[in-house]
Nanobody, 119 residues
């Protein structure tokens, strides 16, 4: 299983960027997909998720600014990030939550990609 994240980098406050995550080794359509982030000195937090049916849920801190989307034909999940704030600075991870597993906490994890919001 491989979840390859791309995008991010240095962005000015108020700016936008888009993260992408390409999945392989899984039946993509049978996974809910998630984006997490971890800021320095803080715990990893769930930023956005999208179910197999396409229902999106967002953390309160990013609602209205971030949009998660998925393309089952391309095995990809994206996170469009607008109106970025310095507090959005973090390493962002994509994760796949497979359906039909006994352990609801189980995830496949990708490597992180750093987003730095600074002027």
């Amino acid at each position: 299983v491989q979840l390859q994240a791309s995008g991010g980098g240095l962005v000015q406050p108020g700016g936008s960027t888009r993260l992408s995550c390409a999945a392989s080794g899984i039946i993509f359509s049978l996974n809910d997909m998630e984006w997490y982030r971890q800021a320095p000195g803080k715990q990893r937090e769930l930023v956005a998720s999208i179910t197999r049916a396409g229902t999106a849920v967002y953390a309160y801190s990013v609602k209205g600014r971030f949009t998660i989307s998925r393309d089952n034909a391309k095995n990809m999940v994206d996170l469009q990030m607008n109106n970025l704030k310095p507090e959005d600075t973090a390493v962002y991870f994509c994760a796949a939550k497979p359906a039909f597993v006994a352990n609801a906490e189980f995830r496949y994890w990708g490597q992180g990609t750093l987003v730095t919001v600074s002027s």
